[in-house]
Structure formats: structure tokens, C-alpha cells
């Protein structure tokens, strides 16, 4: 493996595509978002394709680009959040580098995605989003849980980066 990748998973508001954007500048790799590669190969935004052909639909096309970035290198990739539960999606792109796991406070996740006018965030669209974040979180938790987890809470985006470099270079 010439140029191993760096693939960031965790929750949303985690960080992975801050702090992904300056890896990717650090070590000169390219940096792909899986769910903006989806909506620019769909054409669609990915409520839109929950909407119009369900989120089965939209795990396959996940699966697809995996599959896809696991065979390149040179790249720190930025997962949507379910992406690596899927243990096919995992074991397609822990083959091309090192797995990482972004961790953050319910509270602060919050006050992250609240912040965030670009991204809409379905799953959050509830009357109490603190309590659905807490909910996901345990949900997912022992499924992140296999990767190296870096917790992003009260941390720069440049200290969390410098964190993931050390693991990557001692790895």
C-alpha cells in the first residue's frame, strides 16, 4: 500500500469533515466526503433520495462508493454516519488504511449541528433533538466502538488533527 488512506467515522457533529479538510492538506491527500460524492453522483440531496427511493436505495449507493474508495489510496475519506456499521462498508475501507472514530458530548453535537445552516439533518428533526442524539449515540456505540476512538470535545479541529497524525504515523 503505497499511500495508506485515512478514513474519519463517527457520529455528525463530530468533526470528520473539519478536521478530514486539514488532514488532507497536511498529508497532501485528496479528501472525499462520502455523502456529498452520493449527492453528486445522484444528483439529489440525500433527504431527497430517502424520499424519493427509500433509504434502502441510498445504503446501496454507501456500499457502492466503499467499494470504490477502498481500492484507492492517498485519501482522507469522511464517512456518513451509518456508513461503517455496515460490516461490508467497514471491512472495504479499513483495507485501504487506518479507521478512525470521532467522539464528541451529546451537548456539544448539538450545539455543532444547531450552528450548521449547510447541512440538513434529518434524523434531527424531532422536538427533542438532545434526546435523539443521545439515543443514536448509545445506539451506535459499541458498533464505533471497533475503531480507535478520538474524542473531538473541547478541542481544536488542528489539536484533533495532530492527535489522528500521531496514531496514523505510530501505527
Known sequence: MGRPNIILTGFM?????????LLARQLHYAFVDTDHLIEERSGMSIPEIFRTSGEEAFRSLETTVARELGAGEGMVIATG????LDPDNARALEMS???????????????????????????LDTPD????????????EASYARFPQISTSGKSPRAVMNDILARFESR
Do not use: D, H, W
Open 13 to 21: 457533529g463530530c468533526g470528520k469533515t473539519t478536521v478530514g479538510k
Open 81 to 84: 454516519g451509518r456508513l461503517m
Open 97 to 123: 488504511g487506518a479507521v478512525f472514530c470521532l467522539a464528541a458530548r451529546p451537548e456539544e453535537i448539538l450545539q455543532r449541528v444547531s450552528r450548521s445552516t449547510q447541512v440538513v439533518r434529518p434524523l
Open 129 to 140: 433533538p438532545m434526546a435523539r442524539i443521545v439515543e443514536l449515540t448509545r445506539e451506535r
